[in-house]
């Protein structure tokens, strides 16, 4: 799952001043877009126009409220070839196995290296959720031992 890692990651992206709180559960009153849904931890709880990068890339295509309705959302995290192609470079520079849930898995990433470019390996930032939850409705968890 993409979330931090350390603050120093936070800065980086420009979220670091956003309030989290438990009071982001169990609601989405901190939903910008109209797209969020209600996540499991206070780091997942943010919404695309929180994130600076993210918000910068949502108004690159003027009109829209979420950054899941700009129009290379779906091409870049959804479209299934795009994924496959992703996950072969994927294999080739960490010779990683994802598991049953590859898909989901480089969705994120390349949804990540999309709004951020690259980050690194081991720093993590979490997706806002409406991207989230698009990918996940896309691409359903086949290991039922999770739902990252």
């Not at 990683?96 to 989901?104: E, H, I, M, N, V």
């Not at 979490?126 to 359903?140: E, H, K, Q, V």
Request: hydrophobic share 25%; with cysteine.
């Amino acid at each position: 799952e993409e979330e931090f890692e350390d603050a120093e990651c936070q800065g980086a992206t420009g979220i670091s001043s956003i309030p989290m709180d438990s009071g982001r559960l169990k609601n989405v009153d901190w939903c910008s877009c109209g797209k969020c849904t209600t996540m499991e931890t206070v780091e997942e709880s943010i919404c695309c126009w929180e994130q600076q990068k993210v918000s910068k890339k949502r108004e690159q295509q003027p009109g829209i409220n979420c950054i899941t309705e700009h129009r290379g959302f779906e091409p870049v995290c959804l479209n299934e070839d795009v994924l496959i192609t992703a996950h072969y470079g994927y294999q080739e520079r960490y010779d990683d196995d994802l598991g049953k849930d590859w898909k989901r898995t480089i969705s994120y990433r390349q949804f990540i290296q999309w709004c951020y470019r690259y980050l690194g390996r081991r720093i993590r930032v979490p997706l806002p959720s409406c991207a989230a939850t698009a990918i996940r409705g896309t691409f359903p968890s086949l290991d039922h031992n999770s739902d990252k």
